[in-house]
């Protein structure tokens, strides 16, 4: 950095700026276009990039090439200046955050339970329509194809079997339980709806999950279900978790407030009306 007449101007010692490296990348990149094209673009490239590289080397050894930048010094004049502090001003809805109010898990989980006692009414009416019994339906969920009992005939199925009817409620309960855990966990996505997510979306997925790994885990149980009544007893059962759902009312979120919101603590800055208070004062 050298100085000048001027006390306000003085030089910068910068490199000199070469257009060199550009025509030598120009000359490698018609070399590697002749390995497609044609053998004269790769002498030409091979031509420019070595006078490239010449004169690349040229500007750098023995001695690198530099030049003098006049810079001006604009002098910088700072007025202080005095003002309050703004204080942050956030409310405990955070608008930009949708929907302000959603479903709990735990009214999932609820409503889970209660679509699973209440689709045991359109899967024994199936099973006195169909087979005039209301133990097949149980026997077919808890004792086809489990343990000993293999290959049941429609008469053996017909009547009660303690083991199948112990078991059949062991699975029907674990089995909404965990679809109702699912349901909770699906509600905070589609808030609005969660008689429309239960009725159709949840069944849907339900039955098309046991239609693709049944016949793996029972498949005597998957050549003798009625697919039909069974996703119309899972529609039942959305129907009634939805309800279920929608009587035991919202939660308001607080996820994306202040913790001291959510805490419940005292925060004059966090509030608005703390600031009009002092304003008038």
């Excluded at 030409?44 to 040229?58: D, P």
């Excluded at 703004?86 to 608008?95: G, K, L, P, Q």
């Excluded at 997510?197 to 046991?210: D, F, Q």
């Amino acid at each position: 950095m050298s100085q000048t007449g001027d006390p306000h101007t003085h030089a910068v010692h910068l490199p000199q700026p070469t257009a060199w490296p550009f025509l030598m990348a120009l000359g490698i990149t018609l070399a590697c276009a002749s390995l497609v094209t044609s053998a004269a673009l790769g002498y030409l490239g091979g031509v420019l990039a070595l006078v490239s590289a010449i004169g690349w080397f040229r500007q750098v050894l023995p001695h690198e090439a530099h030049e003098d930048i006049v810079v001006t010094e604009q002098p910088v004049a700072i007025e202080p200046s005095q003002g309050t502090v703004a204080r942050i001003e956030v409310d405990e809805t955070h608008r930009a955050q949708l929907p302000l109010e959603t479903f709990p898990i735990s009214a999932g989980i609820k409503g889970g339970i209660a679509g699973g006692i209440a689709m045991v009414i359109p899967a024994e009416i199936y099973g006195l329509i169909r087979y005039h019994s209301i133990w097949y339906v149980v026997n077919l969920l808890g004792g086809a194809g489990v343990g000993t009992w293999t290959n049941p005939t429609v008469e053996q199925m017909r009547h009660f079997h303690l083991v199948a009817f112990i078991t059949a409620n062991i699975i029907q309960g674990v089995t909404t339980l965990l679809v109702g855990v699912l349901y909770g966990a699906m509600l905070p996505i589609w808030p609005r709806r969660p008689i429309l997510l239960g009725g159709i979306i949840a069944p849907v997925l339900w039955t098309g999950l046991l239609h693709s790994v049944l016949g793996i885990v029972n498949p005597f149980l998957a050549e003798n279900i009625d697919w039909w009544s069974f996703a119309a007893s899972q529609v039942f059962f959305g129907v009634v978790a939805g309800y279920t759902v929608t009587r035991l009312g919202h939660l308001k979120r607080l996820a994306q407030a202040p913790l001291s919101v959510r805490l419940g603590l005292e925060t004059p800055g966090l509030h608005p009306t703390h600031e009009g208070d002092e304003r008038k004062q």
